[in-house]
């Protein structure tokens, strides 16, 4: 089963940045759409962003559009997110996943693979 590794998070004050990684060893990295999605305590993981496989196609939610901003760097096999201008509500698990398909309407598709550690975030006030 495909395994993938976060780093990145911390402690930021609101209105701070923050640049997220994720890299997928057993994966062929460039073959597949790769997404951001994150988890606050009480709540469902939800989907914050994704980027098709050769990253000339990016999809945001509502709450981190013009904020955050996904990347890849293919040649090393990382995925990245941007987080600029964070607010308390950022605060959650930041989880990264690869996906089997890509829409600009909706991001990524059905996601596959074990969902990694994650890698936190906290926001304060």
């Known amino acids: 089963q495909v395994h993938v590794a976060e780093t990145g998070g911390g402690l930021v004050q609101a209105g701070g940045s923050l640049r997220l990684s994720c890299t997928a060893p057993?994966?062929?990295?460039?073959?597949?759409?790769m997404g951001w999605f994150r988890q606050a305590p009480g709540k469902e993981r939800e989907p914050i962003s994704c980027?098709?496989?050769?990253?000339?196609?990016?999809y945001y939610a509502d709450s981190v559009k013009g904020r955050f901003t996904i990347s890849r760097d293919n040649a090393k096999s990382t995925l990245y997110l941007q987080m600029n201008s964070v607010k308390p509500e950022d605060t959650a698990m930041y989880y990264c996943?690869?996906?089997?398909?890509?829409?600009?309407?909706?991001?990524?598709?059905?996601?596959?693979?074990?969902w990694g550690q994650g890698t936190q975030v906290t926001v304060s006030s």
């Open positions: 980027i098709n496989s050769n990253g000339d196609g990016t």
């Open positions: 996943a690869p996906s089997y398909s890509f829409t600009l309407q909706l991001g990524c598709g059905r996601t596959f693979g074990a």
């Open positions: 057993e994966l062929g990295f460039n073959a597949f759409p």
